[in-house]
């Protein structure tokens, strides 16, 4: 038998390009619940009555402090138990948003902090609503400092898609390990996962450092 | 000047009792008392400068009015109604978010340090309240705006960030910015402080010139005293959370009968 076998490779090819589909989505979605919920815990935790803030401190703890693959099984395997089905891939692009919020949670608040307070004094002396106040001055502010630290975490969170697998979400992970199986060869599927895998990671930082020019030269800081 | 009008049950359109009334109001931080018992009030139009050595408890004055500090206690009333508090069955209770919002309405407020939003240009600086304030349409916000920044003589200046104007201009756009909300209170900062010497001019005279064109009540803390004696209608110098001495410019700057009014002009002549 071949190490490598060229033949193998470009007939699975097609198959694990759908997979990446499969996980390009999960990222995508998993991110975007991330990035908003993210906003929102450190909306709470810094500015929330105590009643919100305490508990919600508190829960990030309990998030960032756990693995991400037991949240997985939690939400996909211990839901049902209390009348909550979800499917596979609902639960864990859910389970990964979630966990990866507490994250970009910290990342906010770190932005969120940096405002100096004359910004929230001019916004209260122009008699803005707290509303107005977030979506026009200070996140618009607080947020590109921080797009290098939450493109990070879009990498991450990427990288942590083959944890799916674990719930048979057909992913490329997954879909390498039954490519695998059927055929008694792992080297290709395997080793071609990981090269999707660092171009996907190369590109996505390429687009994070962009995006993260693009908005330096948007907005001018003084 | 009329002081007697019960400022509680006067609707506060036909309220013609002063513009701002300090009654007995304190502040402290800690054991450190800011204001001591404040009485103050200024009629409508009037044009007060607040003077005193730091830590005076001046910019405290201001803050307090503008809501950005609690009152520990007192009231001060603005058009004839308690700023942070409000009536209810004849009993003052703590001011809902509605009621200090309309409070809020009456005053604007210009910043040491400008405080300008340094993502928005000067134009949308001007904008951005009146649209999501007022309610304004984006003609009507964006009209206003180039009208009062031509105003402040920065009518060539709309698109530009604050990052690309000299402190000056950003203070005459921030003076814009804040006139947009049509306060009928304004309240100076020490708003040429952080300023070169070489801009302090220019916004002194934009703020001359609002004095003599709109029917403004001004309220300004500063350490310019040749403006505050030229400008003012009256002169309040504070000193240790109290007004120590207060009365027309020419009184005060004159002839100041309190010691320390005295010991703090010098030292004001001594460092020009």
């Not at chain 1, 997985?72 to 395997?77: S, W």
């Not at chain 2, 931080?29 to 018992?37: A, C, E, K, P, T």
């Not at chain 2, 340090?113 to 007022?134: D, W």
Request: glycine share 8%.
């Amino acid at each position: 038998m071949k190490f490598w076998d060229w033949k193998f490779t470009f007939e699975i090819l097609p198959l694990l390009a759908k997979a990446a589909l499969v996980t390009l989505e999960a990222t995508l979605i998993g991110f975007v619940v991330a990035a908003i919920l993210g906003l929102a815990f450190a909306i709470g935790r810094m500015f929330g009555p105590k009643w919100l803030a305490v508990p919600l401190a508190g829960f990030i703890e309990f998030i960032r402090s756990t693995p991400l693959l037991i949240q997985i099984f939690f939400i996909y395997f211990v839901f049902p138990e209390f009348g909550v089905s979800i499917e596979a891939m609902t639960a864990g692009v859910l389970a990964l948003g979630l966990h990866y919020a507490t994250y970009c949670s910290e990342v906010y608040r770190a932005g969120l902090a940096n405002i100096p307070r004359g910004q929230w004094e001019a916004s209260i002396a122009l008699n803005m609503s707290p509303f107005h106040v977030f979506r026009d001055v200070i996140i618009p502010q607080a947020i590109p400092p921080i797009v290098p630290a939450l493109g990070n975490y879009l990498v991450a969170l990427f990288k942590d898609t083959p944890l799916l697998s674990a719930i048979a979400v057909l992913e490329l992970m997954q879909t390498a390990k039954i490519i695998g199986s059927e055929n008694f060869r792992y080297t290709e599927p395997i080793t071609l996962v990981g090269l999707i895998f660092l171009i996907f990671s190369l590109i996505a930082a390429a687009v994070v450092r962009l995006v993260e020019a693009w908005l330096r030269r948007r907005i001018i800081h003084s | 000047m009329s002081i007697d009008a019960s400022p509680a049950n006067s609707p506060s359109n036909e309220f013609s009792g002063p513009m701002v009334r300090f009654d007995k109001v304190r502040k402290s931080y800690g054991s450190l008392v800011v204001l001591d018992n404040l009485d103050l009030e200024i009629a409508r139009g009037e044009k007060v400068a607040i003077i005193g050595p730091s830590g005076s408890g001046k910019t405290t004055v201001l803050r307090m009015l503008m809501t950005l500090e609690r009152i520990d206690r007192g009231v001060i009333f603005v058009d004839g109604e308690p700023l942070t508090s409000m009536n209810r069955n004849d009993e003052l209770v703590p001011a809902d978010a509605k009621h200090l919002r309309r409070m809020r309405g009456k005053i604007g407020m210009v910043f040491q340090h400008f405080n300008l939003f340094p993502h928005m240009s000067a134009l949308k600086n001007c904008m951005e309240a009146p649209r999501t304030v007022l309610g304004l349409s984006k003609i009507e916000a964006e009209a206003r705006g180039r009208e009062l920044l031509s105003m402040v003589g920065l009518g060539d200046k709309l698109d530009h960030y604050p990052s690309q104007l000299s402190g000056g201009q950003q203070q005459r756009v921030a003076i814009a910015r804040a006139l947009a909300m049509r306060p009928k209170v304004m309240l100076f900062d020490e708003v040429t402080s952080a300023l070169d010497p070489e801009l302090v001019g220019e916004v002194l005279s934009v703020i001359r010139k609002l004095g003599a064109d709109l029917d403004l009540t001004m309220l300004m803390v500063t350490h310019q005293m040749g403006f505050a004696k030229e400008f003012a209608d009256r002169v309040c110098f504070f000193y240790g959370g109290r007004i120590c001495e207060q009365g027309p410019p020419e009184k005060i700057f004159v002839a100041p009968e309190n010691e320390r009014t005295r010991q703090f002009l010098r030292a004001c002549l001594e460092a020009t």
